[in-house]
Antibody
Framework: QVQLVESGGGVVQPGRSLRLSCAAS????????MHWVRQAPGKGLEWVAV????????NYADSVKGRFTISRDNSKNTLYLQMNSLRAEDTAVYYC???????????WGQGTLVTVSS | AIQMTQSPSSLSASVGDRVTITCRAS??????LGWYQQKPGKAPKLLIY???SLQSGVPSRFSGSGSGTDFTLTISSLQPEDFATYYC?????????FGQGTKVEIK
């Protein structure tokens, strides 16, 4: 069965960096685009970024553009999110999600919490 | 970016009620819209894709309709396990954007 397991969350000071990972299994990882979605405590969902199946193209939410970088290693079935210049408003649970047919998110991980605080 | 306006933000309903949630896009998005259900402490779950297609394994009491700018999620007979928060997501173009969410609570 499809499994997505995020890791790398934690407490980080404003202005510092953090890298999240998402380990995928149960499907042909290299064939699908992958996304990051976040949810601030008590708030709604916010789409963050997407990367194509082969890593050749990316798109970002305006709120993270220039600070976050999505990447993947298809040999390791792993998705990454490099987060630089972190701000308090980046505090959220970060979910990785599998793209389906180029339009939807059919599988999600359990999420990893990032807290940006001094 | 396309803005998605979802309403209501919350509603109270009883088991067996018919529930309708709407989402309006700030520009036409064809039928490139999905509906997701999220329960507390859990990841979202895809219910409806392409505005009106039921995702595999989702009960038939859930249905979606609409095209262009106006979309609706309907639960025909609310069940205890349906109490959750629902989100629409436009996947017409990047950046994808979610509606603000609708919390469905027990009356």
């Amino acid at each position: 069965q499809v499994q997505l397991v995020e890791s790398g969350g934690g407490v980080v000071q404003p202005g510092r960096s953090l890298r999240l990972s998402c380990a995928a299994s149960g499907f042909t990882f290299r064939s699908y685009a992958m996304h990051w979605v976040r949810q601030a405590p008590g708030k709604g969902l916010e789409w963050v970024a997407v990367i194509t199946y082969d890593g050749s193209n990316e798109n970002y939410a305006d709120s993270v553009k220039g600070r976050f970088t999505i990447s993947r290693d298809n040999s390791k079935n792993t998705l990454y999110l490099q987060m630089n210049s972190l701000r308090a408003e980046d505090t959220a649970v970060y979910y990785c999600a599998k793209d389906w047919r180029g339009y939807d998110l059919d599988y999600w991980g359990q999420g990893t919490l990032v807290t940006v605080s001094s | 970016a396309i803005q998605m306006t979802q309403s209501p933000s919350s509603l109270s309903a009883s088991v067996g009620d018919r529930v309708t949630i709407t989402c309006r896009a700030s520009q036409g998005i064809r039928n490139d819209l999905g509906w997701y259900q999220q329960k507390p402490g859990k990841a979202p779950k895809l219910l409806i894709y392409g505005a009106s297609s039921l995702q595999s394994g989702v009960p038939s009491r859930f249905s979606g309709s609409g095209s262009g700018t106006d979309f609706t999620l309907t639960i025909s007979s609310l069940q205890p396990e349906d109490f959750a928060t629902y989100y629409c997501l436009q996947d017409y173009n990047y950046p994808w954007t979610f509606g603000q969410g609708t919390k469905v609570e027990i009356k």
